[in-house]
């Protein structure tokens, strides 16, 4: 089976702090994702990588960047972190387009 | 360029009854659709896919969708709701051109009454 682990569940930090979200899997997949999920407002996706050291932006990238140094790995950094990105995010992979995407359980991101 | 829509954001029904989530999609290609489920403060798990094979897709846990070209939907059925199918429930269309990513719905939520 496919995994995809998020480093961590649950996350708090203080506004202004510079925010690592970490995702790996173990399948060699090509393509990794990074959405943030927000009640009423569903999946929205924030940046996606289709190669190492390959990335495109999503439907809302601002204030956020991204890091695939490595095939298996792709990290999401909050610049320096505000209240309105407290959110669960998700991380998912797959191994070429056309093909489902894998989830992993998220982080609860919480900006105080 | 793609889209979905979910026609109900909640449904409810009682134990043992008939599922029925909607689902409209747009697309200019012939798509891929999925739908995943998402068990509270959990990741999303596929339910299940079509890839222009058979219109009916079985799933796991019993569900099934049926896909309708000319009407341009992609409904998930089951026939005997159980109190674990409680959820959110997301459709999902991939065009495959490209690296564009899937593009979700907003999510139907499922409640289950005993």
């Known amino acids: 089976d496919v995994k995809v682990t998020q480093s961590s569940r649950y996350l708090v930090k203080r506004t202004g702090e510079k925010v690592f979200l970490e995702c790996v899997q173990d399948m060699d997949h090509e393509n990794m994702f990074w959405y943030r999920q927000d009640p009423g407002l569903g999946l929205r996706l924030i940046y996606f990588?289709?190669?190492?050291?390959?990335?495109e932006k999503g439907d809302i990238p601002e204030g956020y960047s991204v890091s695939r140094e490595k095939k298996e790995r792709f990290s999401l950094i909050l610049e320096s972190a505000s209240t309105n990105q407290t959110s669960m995010y998700l991380c998912a992979s797959r191994p070429w387009r056309d093909q489902p995407q894998h989830f992993g359980d998220g982080t609860r991101l919480s900006i105080l | 360029a793609q889209s979905v829509t979910q026609l109900d954001s909640h449904v409810s029904v009682s134990e043992g009854t008939p599922v029925l989530l909607r689902c409209n999609y747009s697309?200019?290609?012939?798509?891929?659709l999925f739908w995943y489920v998402q068990h509270p403060n959990k990741g999303l798990q596929l339910l299940l896919k079509y890839t222009s094979a058979a219109t009916l897709v079985k799933g796991i846990n019993g569900f099934e969708a049926e896909f309708k070209k000319s009407e341009t939907s992609f409904h998930l059925t089951k026939p005997s709701a159980h109190m674990s199918d409680a959820a959110e429930y997301f459709c999902v269309v991939s065009e495959g051109i490209g690296n564009t990513p899937l593009v979700f719905g907003k999510g139907t939520r499922l409640s289950v009454i005993a």
């Open positions: 697309s200019s290609y012939s798509p891929s």
């Open positions: 990588s289709y190669d190492v050291k390959m990335k």
